[in-house]
Each structure stands twice: as structure tokens, then as C-alpha cells.
């Protein structure tokens, strides 16, 4: 029997490949070893997020890196007889380019690995985040070691200066500034805070490194405390993340006994603790102030920023908050230098940005990327374009905060300055790829929903603006909408903008102002045709069916929830417009183009537009 | 667990448990035991793990990965060593027994001619 095991399988348990049953993967993996008298031989590992989340379960096998998707507990004594005993690939398990057909096994060739910079992500999916000597022995602590040893404060927030470091977390303010700040502010007691309040819609990058690379935030939060003078930290998690918590603070543990957190850290007399807090996912927390108000136990709202936190944060003392990615990247630039980072990105923003690729997306997951890449290289080459070859509309970057942008934008170089001329922002670096079947009318509600319910209340341009804008754009939505409405619609979003208190409520009417810059004709065509032409907006549409591309293959009827298709084979099928909810299946289902969106008024009596007036029937042509 | 006190001590450490992550990046040699059905009937397997066990009792830096029939059935079982910045080296025959002696050569950086399949 051997000594050491030969073989590496790394199997991703993160949220993600846990949703889609990573877990009895990886019973069915051990049980099978086992059966074999191989469980010596090949070590198996829970890795962390891999960032392929469409592609899951993922496992890599080590040494060689093939690269398996969609792994099936049925699948495992395959892959242990084929790949593990004799050495062989299993095509069927590989990723397939969905552009060139072509099959490639290995991890580094996917195009959505091939190009990609992982430096805060390196060691998602790589270690496993429950054994800190695996991040040791990937050269973890290093970095906390050299400063705690051979640095002084100044000699790091002059590094963390000098790389042009800006916070991820959304606003992108400079990083070592604030660093200054806090290290230059009077008083003894001072904080370090992490801000794991990730709360936009469709973003997990946060998330992913707090479950699959937890120590490299511990490491970057202690080298910060050591930096600015704290000896008290606190990481403030969303209690709707059980994985990131539980990662948390099994790394805490570890860290602990091993010394790098507590007392007389690495022999220096350095002495820095760290508390997990849970929050209970009010997006308002992840605003810095209302963060720390929530920290002390108070309501998370926000205050007025004329004091900085800097000086009187958390229990009013002088605290630096910084985002998860922030802390994450410390590391990496005490260790390489900032010449290093700056090489990196643009010259206003060095360095690396994580996104999170959701919607209407082939390769959902999690990328990390050189700031500066441009949304075309971003959504299409790495993102692997749109499902069924759908055309790109627009996409949302920086949460409900954040904005849209049109294709006419897709070579846009992302960072933080550009992504803001355009009207929208980097935000925490979600991305929401939508294609020519949404609306940006009802996206631009969608936003505004989640921000009236999530508005804290305290000022009344963010309380009451979003409301009021909200119902506009409800009206407009059914139908209801004037012309007025769109002015009116800009004038609030001004006055939410310029009148808010916090971070929130300032760019609470971007999705709006956004969709209004790019995409008026569309709220124009809402009020004056009553017709939304991406079939979002149920109350102005139907669906017909055209006679003469239909085959009669009966697609559509077998999708339809309502029975509201009928036909026969072979003949072209009819939609009862009485049953129709407008749902949008039957569109979805036929493969000939044959389904049509119409303004609801083209369609009448017996649903296939023969009942409708000659008027309504000019307009639909 | 000892506690980690200085630069000395983390670097300790790290050595310690370097070999538990080896695997999963290039250390700049590779040994490919063929393992097609053709190299399990010559005894593949029994030089697999006796190359594991070897390679570990000599604490060398090289990861042990395994392939299928190359075609040369008859050589099996086949062992090819890739080393970074050298041609790979294929030898034939390379059965359990022989298998110390091919770790101290490779230990030595030399290669044994009258093994090589060409």
C-alpha cells in the first residue's frame, strides 16, 4: 500500500456545486475508493469554488488538472475505473466548447479559465478552506509574517498607496488613504471591520472567497490592524451565507491555535482578535455607517458622513471598513510589491476586478479579471455569449445601484471611471447580462421594487422617491403611463440623487436614469403604442401565432400551463387569447420563429388577429 | 499545535505540509506509469505503487500520473519521465522489481540507455 497518495481529486462544495449535489458526489467518491482498496491512493478534497458555477458539481483530478463537469454520483465509478485506474479521459464529462464543438479536458485550457488573472481568486477551488495548512502551503501568512516582521505601519500604507488600491466593495475609494486616515486618527482603541454585507442581486463574489479562501481575508484584516493600530476586528457576514460563516470560523479556530490571531501574534507582541457578526441581510448594512451601526446593535441605518469613519466609525472610534475583496488582495501586494500590482488593469484602476456573470449568460460563475477588459471580451469571450445565440441588450453592472449599459457600450473598458461616465457603476462587481427578451422598463422595476422595500426610511428622498417613481413605473407598465410621467420620472430620480443621505439612496435612481439614457424609445413605445416589444410586460402584449411559418409540430402546445394552444399535427396551431396569461412559453418552445409578441390591442375575438379592427391592424404591421 | 512564533517557524511549516499540495501544480517532473489494459496485464499497477512508495521513501519532488495504451503494447509496462526543459524519456519493461533502480537514477539525473523505448 502506498505511503503518499498519488492522486488529487478536488471536488468543489461550495453554495453553488452543493446546490447541485456536490455532496453525494463526493459519499459516492470515498465509498467507491474504498470499495476498490484505493482510499490510500487517491486523496479526495472538498475544495472551495472553482467559479464555473453553471458547469457544476466541478472536479479537478491532480496531478494533469483534467477537468470534469456536471458530475453525477452515477458517474463516479466511471470516472474512478477510467480515470483514476488507467488514465483515461472521459469525454462525455469534459467541457465542450459550445463555440468550436471541441472537447478540453484540462482546466487551464477552457477559454473561461485560459483568460482570466486569478490573484484574489487563486486559491478558490484550489485549497481546501477548512485546512489552513493547505493556504500555508500554498505560501499563506507569508505576507502577514513579513509585515509583522520586517515592516513598519508606514512602510505598508506607503505599499498600499503606491499600488493604487481601491476599494472593492463599490465606490472605489482609495484604499491606502483610508488606511492613512485611520492609522493618523487619535485614540487608542481602533477597528478594523470586513464588509461581507454582499446584498445586489445575482452577486456571490464575496461570498465565494469568504467560503473558499477564508484566511486570505484573515490574513489582509490582520496585517491591516497591525497597519493602522486595531487590535479588535470584525467581519460582518450575511447570515443567509451558512457556508462563508461556518468557513469563517473553523479559519478563525485555525488560526488561532496556530497563532497568527490572538495574543503576541508570530512572537512580535502583537496582539488582534476577529468576530464574526451576522447580519440579517438588510441591503441598507452594506452601507459602511449603517454597517457599524449595526454592529453595535443599534438599527442599520446610515448617518451623515461630515465625520469620517476614519475618525469616529464603529463606538465612535476610529475604524477602517474595507470589502471582502479589499482585504483579500492585501495580501498579494505586501508579498509581490505595488510596481507589480500596478502592471496590472488601468492606470486609475490597477490591479484585478472579480465579477460575478449571471442572467442571460452560457457561463454563469465567478471570473476574475484585469480591470480595463472591455464588456464585449468580458460577456463573450469569457462569459461564453448569450444562451441559443439570444442578441445582447444590455448589462447591469453594480447591483440595484448600478446601471445599464447598451450594446452600443460592449467595448467599454470596465473600470471604476469609465463604468461611470457611462451612468452606471462597478458596484461590488455583479453583472447581470440581459438579451432583447427583457425589458428595460421592468427592469428598471425590478430595481426600484427591491429598493423600496430595502430603503431604510430615514431620509424622505429615498423613502418616498422610490415609492413615487415606482408607481410611474408601474402605470407605465400596464399601460397607464403619459408622457408627463417620463419627466416626472427624471425630475425624481434628480432630486433622490442630489437629496439622499446615504450611498443608497444617491444612486438608488441610476437603473432608472440609466435605462431612460440608453433606452428612451422603449418607455416611449410603453406609452404611446401601449406595446413593450420585449414580451416582459404582460399587461401590454399577446402572443399570435403566424399560419404561415407554423408547422403544426405541437412544441407549443405541450408547453403551454394554461392549455391555451390548440391544434393539430401538421396544422397551424391557435392561441385562446381568453386562457393566455402571456407567460411566454409557448415563444420560448417553438424552434420556427412562428410565435409572435403583439401589442395586446392587435389581437381580438378568436386570437389570431382576424376579430381586430383595421386600425389595430396598421399598427401591428 | 504548535504555535507559529517566527519566520523560521511558518517556513517549518510550510515544508511540513508542502506535500500534501504538490500534486496539484507542476514540481517539474512528472512519472506517466501507462495504464491501459495492456500495461495493467505487464503489472502496471505494481509499478505504480511501488513508484509512489519509492519516489516518497527518497522525499523527491515528482508527481506520478498515469495514461492509457500508447500503442506499444509490447514494451509495457511503460514509464515516461517528463522533466522541465528535457525531451521526455520513455523506458519499457519496467516492471515492479525494477522500479528502485529507476528512482535512483532519475534522483541522479541520469537515464538509463538500454531501458529506452524509441
Given amino acids: 500500500m502506498a505511503i503518499k497518495p498519488r492522486t488529487t481529486v478536488l471536488l468543489c462544495s461550495s453554495t453553488g456545486c452543493a446546490a447541485s449535489h456536490s455532496k453525494p458526489v463526493y459519499e459516492a467518491m470515498t465509498a467507491e475508493l474504498q470499495r476498490r482498496g484505493m482510499e490510500n491512493e487517491v486523496r479526495v478534497v472538498t475544495g472551495g469554488c472553482r467559479g464555473f458555477c453553471s458547469m457544476g458539481p466541478v472536479m479537478d483530478i491532480y496531478p494533469g488538472g483534467i477537468f470534469y463537469c456536471r458530475v453525477k454520483p452515477a458517474d463516479v465509478a466511471e470516472i474512478v475505473e477510467e480515470s483514476l485506474v488507467k488514465g483515461r479521459v472521459i469525454d462525455r464529462l469534459c467541457y465542450k466548447d459550445p463555440v468550436s464543438k471541441k472537447i478540453i479536458p484540462i482546466f487551464e485550457q477552457i477559454p473561461f479559465y485560459a483568460r482570466q488573472q486569478r490573484i484574489v481568486l487563486r486559491n478558490c477551488g484550489r485549497i481546501n478552506p477548512r ?58 482603541i481602533k477597528y478594523v471591520v470586513v464588509n461581507g454585507d454582499e446584498g445586489d442581486p445575482g452577486a456571490f463574489m464575496d461570498r465565494s472567497i469568504m467560503e473558499a479562501d477564508p484566511h486570505s481575508v484573515l490574513e489582509g484584516l490582520t496585517i491591516g490592524a497591525f497597519t493602522i493600530g486595531a487590535h479588535e476586528g470584525y467581519i460582518y457576514v450575511r447570515d443567509e451565507y451558512p457556508l462563508a460563516v461556518q468557513n469563517l470560523n473553523i479559519a478563525l479556530q485555525q488560526a488561532r491555535e496556530y497563532g497568527f490571531l490572538g495574543k503576541n501574534i508570530l512572537g512580535t507582541g502583537f496582539d488582534f482578535d476577529v468576530k464574526i457578526v451576522r447580519g440579517a441581510g438588510a441591503f441598507v448594512c452594506g452601507e459602511s455607517s449603517a454597517l457599524m451601526q449595526s454592529l453595535e446593535g443599534k438599527v442599520g441605518e446610515p448617518r451623515p458622513k461630515h465625520v469620517h469613519a476614519t475618525d469616529q466609525g464603529l463606538f465612535d472610534r476610529p475604524t477602517c471598513l474595507n470589502n471582502v475583496k479589499t482585504w483579500a488582495t492585501i495580501p498579494h501586494i505586501v508579498n509581490n510589491g505595488p510596481e507589480w500590482f500596478r502592471k496590472m488593469g488601468t492606470k486609475g484602476s490597477p490591479g484585478t476586478m472579480v465579477f460575478s456573470l449571471v442572467g442571460k449568460i452560457n457561463n454563469t460563475g465567478l471570473v476574475e479579471v484585469p480591470m480595463g477588459i472591455t464588456l464585449r471580451d468580458l460577456i463573450y469571450k469569457i462569459g461564453g455569449g448569450l444562451p441559443k445565440g439570444r442578441k445582447f441588450k444590455a448589462v447591469q453592472t453594480g447591483g440595484p445601484s448600478g446601471g445599464c449599459i447598451p450594446a452600443e457600450l460592449l467595448d467599454l473598458p470596465v473600470d471604476f471611471d469609465r463604468l461611470a461616465e457611462a451612468g452606471s457603476m ?38 418616498e422617491g422610490i415609492k413615487r417613481m415606482l408607481e410611474i413605473l408601474n402605470r407605465i407598465s400596464s399601460g397607464q403611463g403619459e408622457m408627463e410621467d417620463v419627466e416626472m420620472l427624471e425630475s425624481l430620480a434628480r432630486t433622490v440623487q442630489v437629496a439622499s443621505l446615504c450611498g443608497l439612496g444617491k444612486s438608488a435612481p441610476n437603473p432608472v436614469l440609466s435605462t431612460l439614457r440608453y433606452f428612451r424609445a422603449e418607455y416611449e413605445q410603453h406609452i404611446t403604442d401601449k406595446f413593450c416589444p420585449a414580451g416582459a410586460c404582460r399587461e401590454l402584449i399577446a402572443y399570435r401565432i403566424v399560419a404561415e411559418k407554423c408547422k403544426g409540430c405541437m412544441l407549443c402546445i405541450k408547453a403551454c400551463p394554461r392549455e391555451a394552444v390548440s391544434g393539430t399535427l401538421k396544422q397551424p396551431h391557435t392561441i385562446d387569447q381568453v386562457k393566455c396569461i402571456q407567460c411566454g412559453a409557448c415563444f420560448e418552445a417553438c424552434r420556427l420563429d412562428a410565435i409572435q409578441v403583439v401589442p395586446k390591442s392587435a389581437v381580438g375575438g378568436n386570437g389570431n388577429g382576424h376579430g381586430a379592427g383595421e386600425a389595430v391592424k396598421e399598427k401591428v404591421a | 499545535m504548535p504555535r507559529v512564533t517566527s519566520l523560521e517557524d511558518l517556513h517549518k511549516l510550510r515544508a511540513q505540509v508542502r506535500d500534501e499540495v504538490t500534486q496539484r501544480y507542476d514540481v517539474g517532473t512528472t512519472v506517466v506509469v501507462g495504464m491501459g489494459t495492456c500495461g495493467i496485464a505487464a503489472g502496471a499497477r505494481e509499478t505504480l505503487l511501488t513508484l509512489n512508495d519509492e519516489l516518497a521513501k527518497r522525499e523527491m519532488n515528482a508527481n506520478v500520473t498515469i495514461d492509457g495504451c500508447i500503442g506499444k503494447c509490447q514494451f509495457e509496462p511503460i514509464v515516461t519521465i517528463h522533466r522541465a526543459g528535457e525531451s521526455p524519456v520513455m523506458y519499457g519493461h519496467v516492471t515492479a522489481d525494477k522500479v528502485p533502480e529507476l528512482v535512483d537514477k532519475l534522483a541522479q539525473g541520469q537515464v538509463i540507455q538500454e531501458w529506452v523505448v524509441t
Avoid: N
Avoid at chain 1, 482609495?174 to 485614540?187: I, L, M, N, P, V
Avoid at chain 1, 462597478?426 to 421594487?449: K, Q
Fill in chain 1, 131 to 188: 485546512r489552513i495548512e493547505e493556504y500555508i502551503a500554498f505560501g499563506g501568512y507569508e505576507a502577514l509574517a513579513h509585515a509583522l516582521l520586517a515592516m513598519k505601519p508606514e512602510e505598508i500604507i506607503r505599499d498600499v498607496k503606491a499600488s493604487g488600491l481601491r476599494g472593492r466593495g463599490g465606490a472605489g475609494y482609495a484604499t491606502g488613504r483610508k488606511w492613512e486616515s485611520t492609522y493618523k486618527a487619535q485614540g487608542d
Fill in chain 1, 426 to 463: 462597478m458596484g461590488s462587481g455583479g453583472m447581470v447580462i440581459m438579451d432583447d427578451r427583457t425589458c428595460m422598463v421592468d427592469i428598471a422595476r425590478y430595481f426600484l421594487e427591491f429598493l423600496k422595500e430595502e430603503s431604510c426610511g430615514k431620509c424622505s428622498p429615498c423613502r
